[in-house]
């Protein structure tokens, strides 16, 4: 038997290393009808000349389940064909301004555009009161090439789900804008010391 082979590879079971897998902060609403949606989002602070971002997922269900009966199932979602969105600084902050109640909906309506060479994709986010209160994500993308590669998809948040998001963008925003701190060796001698003749100049 190869002892190095036997020491190397991972037990199994073994827990993923620390720092292994980036956490991601979910909503899955399934519905009866097989018209929901599950939400992931990602944190990315930025790095060296890389702006942070939050990764956004969405995934429409594929098929409803049945958690009551003797065998239970769970519904199920298309992550393979999910739409992934990248949310810089200036989307994540006019998504902060309907959550917070600035404005009823990102550019009235109109919501954010990303554009790419195979296609656009429209994001909107609009705070709705009748005839159930909450906060409406839609995503839509539409190929430049291929019109049946369309996808559309939709979430329905509930005021205190819309309440966490709040919260957890605004907290996001300094990582996204500046990323993790670090510390950076400086030297402080030549400022330190104009100080001290200001200070003697004064005093004399």
Same mark, same amino acid.
């Given at each position: 038997m190869n002892t190095?082979?036997?020491t190397t590879t991972p037990a199994k079971n073994t827990p993923p290393a620390l720092g292994s897998i980036r956490p991601s902060l979910c909503f899955y609403h399934a519905n009866p009808k097989g018209? #929901?949606?599950a939400v992931k989002m990602n944190l990315h602070p930025a790095h060296d000349y890389t702006d942070g971002c939050i990764m956004l997922k969405i995934a429409n269900q594929m098929t409803v389940g049945n958690p009551m009966g003797p065998n239970p199932t769970f519904a199920t979602f298309d992550w393979e064909n999910a739409m992934t969105v990248k949310l810089d600084f200036g989307d994540l902050c006019q998504m902060l301004q309907v959550f917070r109640g600035e404005c009823e909906s990102i550019? #009235?309506?109109k #919501? /954010? =555009?990303h554009r790419s060479p195979v296609g656009q994709t429209s994001i909107r986010l609009s705070h709705h009161v009748d005839p159930v209160p909450g906060y409406l994500l839609e995503i839509y993308r539409s190929s430049r090439t291929d019109k049946n590669a369309d996808n559309r998809a939709w979430m329905f948040f509930k005021p205190a789900e819309a309440l966490g998001i709040c919260? &957890?963008?605004t907290g &996001? /925003? =300094? /990582?996204?804008a500046f990323g993790i701190p670090m510390l950076v060796p400086h030297n402080t001698a030549a400022y330190r010391e104009q100080t001290k003749e200001m200070r003697n100049v004064a005093a004399a």
């Open positions: 190095d082979t036997q018209t #929901g949606s550019n #009235g309506e #919501g /954010l =555009y919260e &957890a963008i &996001a /925003l =300094y /990582l996204v």
